[in-house]
């Protein structure tokens, strides 16, 4: 089976990058054991654990464990108040994490325990934004607690920052305000990549012209193409698969769509010989909707009050979701409304600079618009 070579041309190009070669397994650790320092892999890199502004002191406890005590929060989420940790691939690899292995807890002072009752984990690829997952703290840091990461956590180029805040803390008579790190361990996989020289999708006519031409080396299994209707959520609208995928390095298609409205996004889904799974960059089109149906973003330069324009054919009950691009759910509105153009706010909590995406329902009618915040 012949392997995907990189070809020398004249010029420089931005590469998308996807697997080929994966190291598995942990790609970054912390111990706790009398140190701040993170253990990464091969071709990885574990920043020092420190704590939030908030948290007035940090120290290790008979050795193996690192507690941080301070104004923990009694109330919801402070900002300054959490535990960060960084990993960053080394250059030439991409990183994709796959989970979260975290044993921690509250502290065991007092009568009955000390510190925070809640703990939620982000990252700084929304800006800390949205809670990746959240749990309860227990008095006992087993069973670890394992956060499962989603696809914007596959093929990273650069450094990624997780803070873990803790929150609802309580104390019982003699208790010391404390949040108990044991272990955090990072899994997934390093990646010496293959690259797209391009990936583009274009809309022609009622339909969507998708190509991509595929360099660097590797064995490949197949490569999907996945689409998400509403811009959000993905499915698989194509597969090539034998050996075209490893003796061709120009692809297209294209996609029929019946009566397009509003967004849509597309993604390249690679999968290698040994089964190793990547995805491309996101490529998104947009179509005047043929029903009428039309939502559109309104710039108001508010960050606390999102602003669309729905456009609508017919009476009825309209659903309007709010999404990040981490696929979360941030906000729903829900109205009737009669047929017309008006100006409505989606009574947003406020929001960190970038990109969401915004989708109108009404019965089998769906469409989508990207707002952008700054």
């Known amino acids: 089976m012949k392997h995907h070579r990189l070809k020398k041309i004249g010029i420089i190009l931005v590469p998308l990058f996807f697997s080929a070669f994966v190291t598995r397994a942990q790609v970054a650790s912390w111990s706790f054991n009398n140190m701040l320092a993170g253990t990464g892999s091969a071709n990885s890199t574990a920043g020092n654990a420190s704590l939030g502004s908030a948290i007035t002191t940090g120290a290790f406890s008979g050795g193996t464990v690192y507690y941080g005590e301070g104004p923990w929060p009694a109330g919801g989420i402070d900002l300054n108040a959490y535990l960060e940790f960084s990993i960053t691939p080394k250059p030439g690899n991409t990183l994709t994490i796959s989970s979260l292995v975290m044993k921690i807890r509250r502290s065991t002072t007092g009568s009955s325990g000390a510190g925070p009752n ?8 929304d800006a800390y934004a949205t809670d990746i997952a959240s749990g309860v703290l227990t008095l006992n840091s087993t069973p670890a607690k394992t956060v499962t990461l989603g696809v914007v956590f596959i093929n990273l180029p650069a450094k990624i920052t997780f803070r873990l805040y803790g929150y609802h803390s309580t104390s019982s008579s003699g208790g010391l305000n404390r949040f108990v790190y044991d272990d955090i361990v990072a899994n997934g996989a390093t990646v ?6 391009y990936f583009n999708v274009n809309a022609v006519n009622q339909s969507a012209h998708i190509s991509w031409k595929l360099g660097g080396e590797g064995n490949l299994s197949s490569v999907n193409i996945e689409r998400a209707a509403d811009g959000v959520h993905f499915e698989l609208i194509k597969k090539f698969n034998g050996n075209q995928v490893n003796t061709e390095t120009y692809f297209e298609y294209f996609d029929p769509l019946n009566s397009p409205s509003g967004t849509y996004a597309y993604r390249i889904q690679i999968i290698s010989e ?15 909707p043929v029903s009428g149906f039309r939502v559109q973003a309104v710039n108001t330069g508010n960050n606390s009050s999102v602003y669309f324009r729905v456009n609508t054919g017919a009476p009825g009950d309209y659903v309007f979701s709010l999404y990040n691009l981490n696929g979360n759910k941030i906000v729903v509105k829900s109205v009737r409304l009669g047929v017309g153009s008006q100006v409505m706010q989606m009574d947003n909590p406020p929001l960190k600079s970038g990109i969401y995406i915004l989708v109108g329902e009404n019965g089998n009618q769906k469409t989508s618009t990207k707002i952008m915040v700054l």
């Open 274 to 288: 040994d089964g190793n799974i990547s995805y491309s960059a996101i490529r998104m089109i947009s179509f005047d």
């Open 118 to 125: 809640t703990w939620s984990l982000r990252s700084s690829l």
């Open 192 to 197: 010496l990549p293959l690259v797209f020289d």
